[in-house]
């Protein structure tokens, strides 16, 4: 039996991020669809959600967070502080409460919160969605062992999971959050490319997500260098130095975006 199986769990904000966590601890039987209440102002998106999850929905934050043992902050970083503002009466003592906005520090965070409750942040990426997520992760100092495993359950649901010191946050949120939209431009004119060659529209999408997940496998289960791998093909019709400034600028402009987002939400 899953360790979350008895937990209730509330998501707070059901758009994409909210939506897809959920939909993966549903429908990997993680968690009982009963167990789980999400809130959202767009009743839309609950209505959709509902209907693909069969979880409970509100449009009340506090009416979710209310008796929760897990409650994930799913929504804008503008909109952290004053939603957890919002729930702090509803929140049940020891509750574990998971910020995944980028920007909003555990110290932000702590001085709208219950002080019977504790806090962590997680940066996931979308690939969560199929249980191949890599997320990394900070907790407070003071979060007890049980509520480690907790977030820890949670985060195995979704992919793969490191702890990091908050202060290089942002540095992960740069490469794993706003990752794949260094890699999904890339993969779309690939496919695009190969069927405007001939292949199908199929053939295409097939081969391309098998090439990525090729090139993660050996840079995962080997020890050679980025270069060396590239190296072991003779043709290289993409000038790789341009490839890496491309990828080198629009990772220090997440960055600083981030670092800029961070000192107008967190002080």
């Known amino acids: 039996m899953s360790q979350l199986a008895e937990v209730r769990i509330a998501c707070i904000g059901s758009g994409i991020m909210g939506g897809l966590l959920v939909k993966r601890l549903v429908g990997a039987g993680a968690v009982p669809a009963a167990n789980v209440v999400c809130s959202d102002p767009d009743g839309g998106k609950l209505a959709a959600l509902a209907a693909a999850t069969g979880v409970n929905t509100t449009d009340s934050n506090a009416e979710a967070a209310r008796g929760a043992k897990v409650v994930v902050l799913a929504v804008p970083p503008p909109a952290t502080l004053p939603v957890l503002t919002e729930v702090a009466e509803a929140l ?4 574990l409460v998971v910020s995944v906005a980028a920007a909003v520090t555990l110290a932000a965070m702590r001085r709208v919160a219950p002080g019977a409750v504790y806090l962590a942040r997680v ?23 049980e509520h480690r495993a907790l977030l820890q359950a ?12 908050e202060g ?40 391309t997500a098998q090439l990525f997940r090729g090139v993660g496998a050996m840079l995962a289960d080997t020890d050679r260098s980025a270069d060396d791998l590239l190296n072991m093909i003779s043709m290289q019709p993409m000038d790789a130095d341009t490839a890496r400034s491309v990828i080198a600028r629009a990772y220090d402009a997440a960055l600083g975006k981030l670092s800029e987002l961070e000192t107008k939400l967190s002080g």
Not at 92 to 95: D, F, L, M, Q
Not at 170 to 175: V, W, Y
């Open 92 to 95: 049940e003592p020891g509750a």
């Open 123 to 145: 940066m996931p990426n979308t690939p969560s969605e199929v249980g191949e997520g890599m997320n990394s992760f900070v907790c407070e100092a003071s979060t007890p062992v």
């Open 154 to 165: 949670l985060l195995d649901v979704w992919g793969k999971s490191f702890e990091i010191d």
């Open 168 to 207: 290089i946050l942002n540095a992960t949120c740069a490469l794993l959050a706003v990752g794949p939209t260094y890699l999904f431009p890339l993969a779309g004119q690939l496919m695009s490319s190969a069927a405007a060659a001939g292949l199908s529209a199929e053939q295409a999408r097939a081969a």
